[in-house]
Nanobody, 131 residues
Framework: QVQLVASGGGLVQPGGSLRLSCAAS????????IAWFRRAPGKEREGVSC????????SYADSVKGRFTISRDNANNTVYLQMNSLKPEDTTVYSC????????????????????????WGQGTQVTVSS
């Protein structure tokens, strides 16, 4: 069983940066697909970014491409989401999710990553972009 803990959210001014962390326990994340999602009140959940079994297997929503970067630190069993040039519309709760390479839901974080199921979810961390 994998437990995920998302952290790093906070209040930042427009144009600022934050780095979110998704730390795992219970299993190593080396080959898991890890995705970040966000959901604003009254809106559909949006897939933000995903990193697959290798570091060059990443996908991003068009709304964050060029501003956000996802990365994996296997030594610390953590996946990061570096968020730069933040905009007020980035304000919402961000959650991370993991899909096991050993289960039936496995996918390798292609462009449609937001449409697939995930095996484990972490709690959310609030990001607020405001002046």
């Amino acid at each position: 069983q994998v437990q995920l803990v998302a952290s790093g959210g906070g209040l930042v001014q427009p144009g600022g940066s934050l780095r979110l962390s998704c730390a795992a326990s219970g299993s190593t994340l080396d080959y898991y697909g890890i995705a970040w999602f966000r959901r604003a009140p009254g809106k559909e959940r949006e897939g933000v970014s995903c990193i697959g079994s290798s570091d060059d297997r990443t996908s991003y929503a068009d709304s964050v491409k060029g501003r956000f970067t996802i990365s994996r630190d296997n030594a610390n069993n953590t996946v990061y989401l570096q968020m730069n040039s933040l905009k007020p519309e980035d304000t919402t709760v961000y959650s991370c999710a993991a899909v096991s390479p050993y289960g039936s839901r496995w996918h390798d974080c292609g462009r449609a990553f937001a449409l697939y199921g995930y095996d484990y979810w972490g709690q959310g961390t609030q990001v607020t972009v405001s002046s």
